[in-house]
């Protein structure tokens, strides 16, 4: 991939924000909650998940290495296996919210391939 390729790639990754307000929360407390998480115990997992997020979406433009895109991707699986057994109907949702985890999956293994090989 070209340098401007990676770039352009390494942007599209960094998200996060979402998750900290934008979305609303009782819906994120709804969706929680089906996974058997409730009062604080579900608002220190939204939070904790959103701000790891945050924190990924930063290393992903400061300080990209092949550890990140690995730990991404573990990440991206572990999220995508608790929607699978929690929330299934996700899978078949017209809008994709589990399904567009392959081509994310699929660019991480890209920028992983690519990155320096020190990382």
């Known amino acids: 991939m070209r340098a401007n390729d ?7 990754l960094a998200t996060g924000v979402l998750s900290l307000g934008i979305f609303p929360q009782q819906e994120s407390l709804a969706l929680l909650a089906q996974v058997g998480l409730y009062g604080t115990v579900a608002l220190i997992a939204l939070y904790g998940a959103a701000t790891l997020d945050v924190v990924l979406g930063l290393a992903t433009l400061l300080c990209p290495s092949r550890m990140l895109w690995r730990v ?9 296996v608790i929607i699978a057994i929690f929330l299934p109907e996700y899978w078949l949702h017209p809008f994709g919210p589990v399904l567009k985890n392959l081509p994310i999956l699929y660019l991480l293994w890209l920028l992983h391939g690519n990155e320096e090989r020190h990382s």
Not at 6 to 12: D, E, G, H, P, V
Not at 74 to 79: I, N, R, T, W
């Open 6 to 12: 990676l770039k352009l790639a390494r942007y599209t």
């Open 72 to 80: 991404q991707a573990v990440l991206v699986l572990g999220y995508s």
